[in-house]
């Protein structure tokens, strides 16, 4: 009977303490580290985020490298074990940990065991304080860091880049404003000084948010105070501010992607005008409005496209908005046309009601299972950790409920009313030229060699 009502007392009590995902336990260290800890449905297993906020956008365009050599620098080992040893250590634990560095943050992600979280969270702690690199480490995380980037920086594709013949449309086009870096970061030119201040300047507590998320120990918060908060706070560096447009580019552009081929991208992209209020849901709900405009017209109505689509980008301190589509080369001039007419219709009729409603409440569906399990949870709170204040996370559905089909419409009239940028993306030559330039080429030996034999009949 008494387990009995213990289960009922846990049935009861579960759900709403665990189905909550938006209710979370977060509160800062004496030191400035940010906890959040929430206790996920999946027993016997712990989701660890650790957030540094340093990132690539904090750095200019020579040293862009910086965060991302140091992440890959701190698996090299605390003790004279080296990497491997290291590696071991974890493999022994039972958990798995990776590391990534994004234009804003640079997070270490752990999966483990529920029993050995404290000891994974030890090793954490070690990698973080007591990693000591040599230049031989530096150089083999610099062989690293150059593969993950597609291998060697050639002179080719440094000649390519400068040419504007190296990126896609959108990275172009964000070259083009000023958004962006032209050449790809290097790693040679990167010094042991300057990664150490890197982790001087950014790796300390009152930068880093740690979340855990799953089974959780009791006596975590204790744990975490007595070890994670003796690590010393520094001055905080302010993070520069984001490139904004600076330059203007071309209306219209085509660009060479490739050398033969019958296919070609379409792009028209264009700044998101910045909203007062809801800016994300809104322009997330537009998005899933013109991707299914696209589909209609451009599928379904003209079949030009396969799968069009919409995208949303952001690009330094600028958000942008596409609309794209995979073309047969011939087709582009017709496709445009199509677009400038579903452009002009959104414009002259505004959004369709119905459509509109159906989309929206869809994508309301969709949070219900967007975020299964212990992982993806701490997955979504490190990617939401702007939207955290008082204990909660801001509800997805509530805020997509809360755009109104006058201010999508608003919004929607703000994008379509400016020019924006077309951008067509086409390999050197098509399938027919290249046949025309052998035939050409044939036909000119052809007329060499009776040439010759006229010349030596002579
Ligand atoms: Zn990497």
Same mark, same amino acid.
């Given at each position: 009977?008494?387990?009995?009502?213990?289960?009922?007392?846990?049935?009861?009590?579960?759900?709403?303490?665990?189905?909550?995902?938006?209710?979370?336990?977060?509160?800062?260290?004496?030191?400035?580290?940010?906890?959040?800890?929430?206790?996920?449905?999946?027993?016997?297993?712990?989701?660890?985020?650790?957030?540094?906020?340093?990132?690539?956008?904090?750095?200019?365009?020579?040293?862009?490298?910086?965060?991302?050599?140091?992440?890959?620098?701190?698996?090299?080992?605390?003790?004279?074990?080296?990497?491997?040893?290291?590696?071991?250590?974890?493999?022994?634990?039972?958990?798995?940990?990776?590391?990534?560095?994004?234009?804003?943050?640079?997070?270490?992600?752990?999966?483990?065991?529920?029993?050995?979280?404290?000891?994974?969270?030890?090793?954490?702690?070690?990698?973080?304080?007591?990693?000591?690199?040599?230049?031989?480490?530096?150089?083999?995380?610099?062989?690293?860091?150059?593969?993950?980037?597609?291998?060697?920086?050639?002179?080719?594709?440094?000649?390519?880049?400068?040419?504007?013949?190296?990126?896609?449309?959108?990275?172009?086009?964000?070259?083009?404003?000023?958004?962006?870096?032209?050449?790809?970061?290097?790693?040679?030119?990167?010094?042991?000084?300057?990664?150490?201040?890197?982790?001087?300047?950014?790796?300390?507590?009152?930068?880093?948010?740690?979340?855990?998320?799953?089974?959780?120990?009791?006596?975590?918060?204790?744990?975490?105070?007595?070890?994670?908060?003796?690590?010393?706070?520094?001055?905080?560096?302010?993070?520069?501010?984001?490139?904004?447009?600076?330059?203007?580019?071309?209306?219209?552009?085509?660009?060479?992607?490739?050398?033969?081929?019958?296919?070609?991208?379409?792009?028209?992209?264009?700044?998101?005008?910045?909203?007062?209020?809801?800016?994300?849901?809104?322009? #997330? +709900?537009?998005? &899933?409005?013109? *991707?299914? %405009? $696209?589909?209609?017209?451009?599928? =379904?109505?003209? !079949? @030009?496209?396969?799968?069009?689509?919409?995208?949303?980008?952001?690009?330094?301190?600028?958000?942008?908005?596409?609309?794209?589509? #995979? +073309?047969?080369? &011939?087709?582009? *001039?017709? %496709? $445009?046309?199509?677009?400038?007419? =579903?452009?002009? !219709? @959104?414009?002259?009729?505004?959004?369709?009601?119905?459509?509109?409603?159906?989309?929206?409440?869809?994508?309301?569906?969709?949070?219900?299972?967007?975020?299964?399990?212990?992982?993806?949870?701490?997955?979504?709170?490190?990617?939401?950790?702007?939207?955290?204040?008082?204990?909660?996370?801001?509800?997805?559905?509530?805020?997509?409920?809360?755009?109104?089909?006058?201010?999508?419409?608003?919004?929607?009239?703000?994008?379509?009313?400016?020019?924006?940028?077309?951008?067509?993306?086409?390999?050197?030559?098509?399938?027919?030229?290249?046949?025309?330039?052998?035939?050409?080429?044939?036909?000119?030996?052809?007329?060499?060699?009776?040439?010759?034999?006229?010349?030596?009949?002579?």
């Amino acid at each position: 009977m008494r387990c009995l009502l213990f289960a009922c007392l846990l049935l009861g009590s579960f759900p709403s303490f665990a189905l909550d995902r938006f209710q979370v336990e977060g509160y800062p260290l004496r030191n400035g580290l940010q906890l959040l800890l929430k206790p996920g449905a999946e027993r016997g297993h712990v989701a660890i985020r650790l957030v540094v906020g340093v990132g690539i956008d904090d750095f200019s365009c020579a040293e862009k490298e910086l965060p991302h050599l140091l992440e890959h620098l701190l698996f090299s080992g605390v003790d004279a074990s080296g990497e491997g040893g290291l590696e071991e250590r974890m493999q022994a634990l039972g958990g798995e940990w990776n590391a990534f560095t994004s234009n804003a943050d640079t997070t270490f992600v752990i999966e483990a065991p529920a029993k050995n979280q404290r000891k994974v969270l030890d090793l954490l702690l070690a990698l973080l304080t007591q990693t000591r690199f040599d230049d031989n480490a530096i150089s083999a995380a610099k062989q690293v860091v150059e593969r993950e980037d597609g291998g060697h920086y050639s002179h080719l594709q440094r000649w390519l880049d400068r040419q504007d013949l190296g990126h896609t449309a959108s990275n172009q086009l964000a070259v083009e404003l000023g958004l962006k870096c032209s050449e790809r970061a290097q790693v040679g030119q990167l010094t042991r000084e300057q990664l150490e201040k890197v982790r001087e300047d950014w790796y300390a507590p009152n930068n880093m948010t740690l979340i855990v998320v799953g089974d959780l120990d009791r006596l975590l918060p204790a744990y975490l105070d007595r070890t994670y908060g003796a690590l010393k706070p520094i001055v905080p560096t302010d993070h520069p501010a984001l490139p904004q447009i600076q330059a203007s580019a071309a209306h219209e552009r085509n660009l060479t992607l490739g050398f033969v081929g019958g296919g070609a991208k379409l792009h028209w992209l264009v700044p998101e005008p910045v909203l007062e209020d809801q800016h994300d849901e809104t322009f #997330d +709900l537009l998005k &899933d409005y013109l *991707d299914w %405009a $696209l589909y209609r017209q451009l599928r =379904l109505a003209h !079949g @030009l496209s396969y799968g069009p689509w919409a995208e949303r980008e952001v690009f330094g301190g600028v958000g942008f908005m596409s609309l794209n589509a #995979d +073309l047969e080369r &011939d087709d582009v *001039d017709e %496709a $445009l046309k199509v677009l400038d007419e =579903l452009k002009a !219709g @959104l414009l002259k009729d505004g959004l369709n009601a119905q459509t509109f409603n159906r989309l929206k409440q869809a994508a309301i569906a969709r949070q219900a299972w967007a975020v299964q399990g212990n992982s993806a949870l701490a997955d979504y709170y490190w990617s939401a950790i702007g939207d955290y204040e008082d204990g909660r996370f801001a509800d997805p559905a509530r805020e997509l409920q809360g755009v109104t089909l006058e201010e999508a419409n608003k919004a929607m009239r703000e994008l379509l009313m400016q020019p924006g940028y077309v951008r067509i993306e086409k390999p050197l030559l098509s399938d027919d030229q290249l046949l025309w330039a052998i035939a050409g080429v044939l036909g000119l030996l052809v007329l060499g060699l009776v040439g010759w034999r006229i010349h030596r009949s002579r």
